[in-house]
């Protein structure tokens, strides 16, 4: 997959400093010299200039622009016990990091790097609930009884394609949701991420294109890059969901063709949008026009109230050619990593992938997960989850317009756990989350959510796994911290 393009050209520049035609001290071109030399935006060459910052080839000099630097001095000059206790900001992340994630989407790789590295006290990214949200009491009673009944069961080698009592509950529990399966058209998996794989791994072959919303969660843009596939984005309102003139556009236009549709219709990742049902229908039926598999990822849609969000699209599957992938882990336990899929005409296909990629589910986990599922305990559960949720969301919404009144637009969504915040037009995200992520406070900038270039305005804010305190807390510091991360105030720095 083709690097983002401000990635590009620091890549360039990169060379071109290592080859010693800039050495250290020597003034780095404009950014108007790199926005006519490359024709790129402001924001690009600036973004360009950021990421050779990080890389430590480059240093701001107030009111004198960029000036090269040594990385080997750079280096040099970290002494052993400097070294153990700084913090890693990229600049001191492993020289070859950019090779370790070759594929990987560079950039998304290396924020969860850094994420992983850095001391975080309020978590805006990762998008659970916390554990006190969850059942915990009720599950792990449940898990001692199946211990009890099935004494073997660590021991025994599980099932495959997962055991027929989650595999029932799970098909009972669509059928509520308007979606009528039976447990045996159902595959269990290793989370969310394992079906999506999966169902790509199914339906595509390497260099193929595969329609994806823009923004779309990054997991998505990810696995496309690990398995050789080409994303196509097409435009996606926080309003209505994906464009669907667009997607027929381009299904009826694009060459090499589009040979899968990855969509979240029901509280997407990032925007939080879920589309109507008469919308699900059309995008079904539209799919079904052009013979092209439709992947329906519909993790969140036990977060919202069922009343607003409506069906999965897969209610109007009526060939099987929609391939339907969710899992527990934001709605029951993220520790479980249980996950599921219905594959609809490719499930025997989709069972030998896996099969071949990671043999089976283990049962404590499914059967615990499915002696909770069957009991009305689960639907009180849900409610009292989905009320915490919407709190939360109340809460955040507070804070953003405390914080940071007009200068941040938002949609807030009737579910799921996380915000899509519309940063000033000459704000950079990446900035923002960096500096907040010097403060501990952690966000998913919105370069993340695309294979090119956008988003960089835009900043997604997850408010399940944090305090009402720490939402008030960390907005209040990423408001402190955006007028730093206007091009207008980076600009007056390198002028
Ligand atoms: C939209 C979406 N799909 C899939 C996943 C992966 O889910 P799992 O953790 O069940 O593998 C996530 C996780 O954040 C997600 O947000």
């Not at 063709?257 to 990742?269: E, S």
């Not at 992938?353 to 689960?378: C, G, H, P, V, W």
Request: aromatic share 6%.
């Amino acid at each position: 997959m083709t690097q983002p393009l401000y990635q590009q050209i620091a890549d360039e520049y990169q060379r071109i400093i290592h080859s010693g035609a800039l050495k250290r001290g020597d003034r780095f071109p404009s950014i108007r010299h790199i926005m006519q030399t490359q024709q790129v935006s402001m924001s690009t060459a600036v973004q360009a200039c950021h990421v050779l910052e990080d890389w430590g080839l480059l240093r701001a000099k107030a009111r004198a622009g960029y000036f090269v630097e040594d990385v080997q001095a750079h280096k040099q000059t970290t002494s052993p016990s400097a070294a153990s206790t700084a913090t890693t900001h990229p600049t001191e992340l492993p020289e070859d990091w950019a090779k370790r994630y070759d594929g990987l989407h560079q950039l998304i790789s290396q924020w969860l790097a850094e994420a992983e590295q850095k001391p975080v006290h309020i978590d805006f990214m990762t998008a659970v609930a916390s554990p006190s949200l969850y059942p915990t009491a009720q599950l792990n009673r449940a898990a001692t009884s199946v211990l009890r009944r099935h004494p073997e069961i660590l021991t025994t080698f599980a099932r495959r394609y997962g055991h027929p009592k989650l595999r029932a509950v799970l098909a009972r529990r669509c059928a509520e949701r308007g979606m009528p399966l039976e447990g045996k058209a159902i595959t269990i998996t290793h989370g969310c991420i394992e079906a999506l794989n999966l169902a790509l791994r199914a339906v595509c072959s390497k260099g193929d294109v595969v329609a994806v919303e823009s923004p779309t969660f990054y997991g998505v843009l990810q696995a496309l890059e690990a398995q050789g596939l080409q994303p196509l984005e097409i435009p996606t309102s926080a309003e209505h969901g994906i464009s669907l003139d667009a997607l027929e556009m381009a299904l009826d236009t694009q060459q090499p063709p589009v040979r899968a549709v990855i969509c979240m219709p029901t509280l997407h990742n990032p925007l939080g949008c879920s589309m109507s049902d008469a919308n699900k229908q059309a995008l079904v039926a539209l799919c079904k026009r052009y013979q092209v598999p439709l992947i329906e990822d519909d993790i969140y849609a036990q977060t919202g109230p069922e009343q607003a969000l409506g069906k999965p699209a897969k209610a109007w599957d009526s060939d099987g050619s929609v391939i339907y992938c969710s899992s527990l882990n934001k709605v029951l336990a993220p520790g479980m990593r249980l996950g599921w899929m219905a594959a609809g005409k490719w499930q025997a296909r989709v069972e030998m992938l896996k099969y071949s990629q990671s043999r089976y589910i283990d049962e404590l986990n499914q059967l615990t997960a499915a002696s909770f599922m069957e009991s009305q305990a689960y639907d009180r559960y849900l409610l009292r989850f989905q009320a915490h949720l919407q709190q939360l969301r109340h809460c955040a919404a507070q804070a953003i317009e405390r914080s940071f009144g007009t200068q941040v637009q938002v949609i807030y969504p009737s579910g799921g756990m996380m915000l899509w915040l519309r940063l000033p037009d000459d704000a950079s995200a990446l900035e923002l989350s960096k500096r907040a992520l010097e403060q501990g406070v952690l966000t998913a900038p919105g370069p993340m959510f695309s294979s090119k270039p956008r988003m960089a305005h835009f900043l997604r804010l997850s408010y399940g796994a944090v305090s009402e305190a720490q939402i008030e807390n960390g907005i209040r510091i990423l408001a402190q911290l955006l007028p730093q991360c206007r091009i207008h105030a980076t600009l007056a720095k390198t002028a």
